[in-house]
């Protein structure tokens, strides 16, 4: 079992939760989980760059001028690739990068990685994020006091705009609903920020598939 502290939004430590490790299943697959990165930066690809060969560049099929007797190297067409303007000789295509993984390898890389957050300290927990206006400052001052200083993923249990709007201007900062939660994005920041209904939603899912494995403290 893991013990994850729940902080307020002011710093203190108000509750505590403990998950089992067997909810996430019990250990890190790291080859489950690079291969499931490595799809994340794949998809976001756009793969439109293009370039022309010799038959798609403007121009004369015509020889520049005879083979012999000018006294200059010998030269084609004014399409080749040998010469400025011409074609490029091994052109780049559109492509699309696109890769697939099953839905349980999906899952099972997600889990992995919010797994490998728990083992090595990086998920924060709080009470709850309510903002009746949109304010990045006060979004800044719950980082400051949660101790979130580099890149942080904040996971929220539903969409709400005014989380949205008061973290979007804060770099290296980003507001991610649980049910969009991925092994690519998850391991693209630092640490992780959780609000206790998200982290709850999150290991109670699939209940009729696995055990829920989390208890609170306090009722224990």
């Known amino acids: 079992m893991i013990k994850l502290p729940v902080y307020s939004t002011e710093g203190q430590e108000i509750d505590s939760l403990s998950v089992d490790e067997s909810t996430l299943g019990r ?3 790291y080859s489950l989980l690079k291969q499931a990165i490595v799809m994340y930066h794949a998809n976001r690809r756009v793969g439109t760059a293009a370039t022309k060969n010799r038959a798609l560049v403007a121009g004369s099929k015509r020889k520049l001028y005879r083979q012999k007797g000018t006294g200059f190297a010998r030269a084609g067409t004014s399409r080749t690739g040998k010469r400025v303007g011409g074609g490029v000789t091994f052109i780049k295509v559109a492509r699309d990068f696109s ?13 992995s990685a919010v797994l490998a957050k728990l083992l090595s300290d990086n998920i924060v927990v709080v009470d709850k ?3 009746k206006t949109a304010k990045t ?3 800044v001052d719950i980082l400051k006091n949660l101790k979130v200083e580099r890149s942080c993923l904040v996971t929220i249990s539903d969409y709400s705009r005014n989380i949205y709007q008061s973290a979007k201007n804060i770099p290296k900062v980003d507001v991610m609903p649980v049910a969009e939660l991925n092994a690519g994005a998850i391991c693209s920041y630092h640490k992780m920020l959780f ?3 998200a982290l709850l939603s999150f290991l109670s899912r699939d209940t009729q598939q696995r055990t829920v494995g989390i208890v609170n403290s ?3």
């Open 137 to 139: 400052r006060d979004f």
């Open 99 to 111: 890769k697939r993984m099953p839905k349980k390898q999906r899952r099972l890389a997600r889990d």
């Open 129 to 131: 994020l309510v903002f």
């Open 27 to 29: 250990l890190v697959r």
């Open 195 to 197: 609000t206790k209904d």
């Open 218 to 220: 306090l009722e224990v």
